[in-house]
């Protein structure tokens, strides 16, 4: 009977660490940018040595390159398109904002395709809620329309 149960509880500590990495996010907590950060290097002119893409359904965030939705491939494409050329220690912004990040479907293609071109500054901003209450609420700048 003890083998049986220390088994058991060997098997059920294995899946805990494998499902565990298999649900890890593609950045870490060090790689979100608080959006209040972001809005003050906006304001302040301070963004020449950064790069600022909609990942998302709009360009909203000032200074922002709109590659579109990448939970489509064709924009995840256009996303790789837009890096080619951007040396890889460039500071590179990513946001969406549709929806919660918990079930945001673009922010993980995006991240992932920058871990994988080998970007070492990349950040994602940190919109929690959504666009609308992370940033237009709060009077951050936006994209003149």
Same mark, same amino acid.
């Given at each position: 009977?003890?083998?049986? &149960?220390? =088994?058991?509880?060997?098997?059920?500590?294995? =899946? #805990?660490?494998?499902? *565990?990495?298999?649900?890890?996010?593609? @950045?870490? %907590?060090?790689?979100? /940018?608080?959006?209040?950060?972001?809005? !003050?290097?906006?304001?302040?002119?301070?963004?020449?040595?950064?790069?600022?893409?909609?990942?998302?359904?709009?360009?909203?965030?000032?200074?922002?390159?709109?590659?579109?939705?990448?939970? %489509? *491939? =064709?924009?995840?494409?256009? /996303?790789?398109?837009?890096?080619?050329?951007? %040396?890889?220690?460039?500071?590179?912004?990513?946001?969406?904002?549709?929806?919660?990040?918990?079930?945001?479907?673009?922010?993980?293609? *995006?991240?992932?395709?920058? +871990?994988?071109?080998?970007?070492? #500054? *990349?950040?994602? &901003? #940190?919109?929690? +809620? +959504?666009?609308?209450? #992370? @940033?237009?609420? !709060?009077?951050?700048?936006? +994209?003149?329309?």
């Amino acid at each position: 009977m003890k083998k049986f &149960l220390l =088994s058991v509880i060997t098997i059920l500590v294995v =899946s #805990n660490v494998l499902f *565990a990495q298999s649900n890890k996010e593609p @950045w870490t %907590s060090q790689q979100l /940018l608080d959006p209040a950060i972001l809005a !003050k290097k906006i304001t302040n002119n301070q963004t020449k040595n950064m790069l600022i893409i909609c990942i998302g359904p709009d360009a909203i965030i000032k200074n922002s390159v709109d590659v579109g939705a990448t939970q %489509s *491939a =064709s924009n995840v494409a256009k /996303l790789k398109a837009q890096l080619k050329n951007v %040396s890889k220690d460039k500071e590179v912004v990513i946001y969406c904002g549709c929806c919660p990040f918990d079930r945001c479907p673009n922010v993980r293609p *995006a991240f992932k395709t920058l +871990n994988e071109m080998g970007f070492k #500054n *990349a950040k994602l &901003l #940190n919109l929690p +809620n +959504n666009i609308k209450t #992370n @940033w237009i609420d !709060k009077g951050y700048p936006m +994209n003149d329309e």
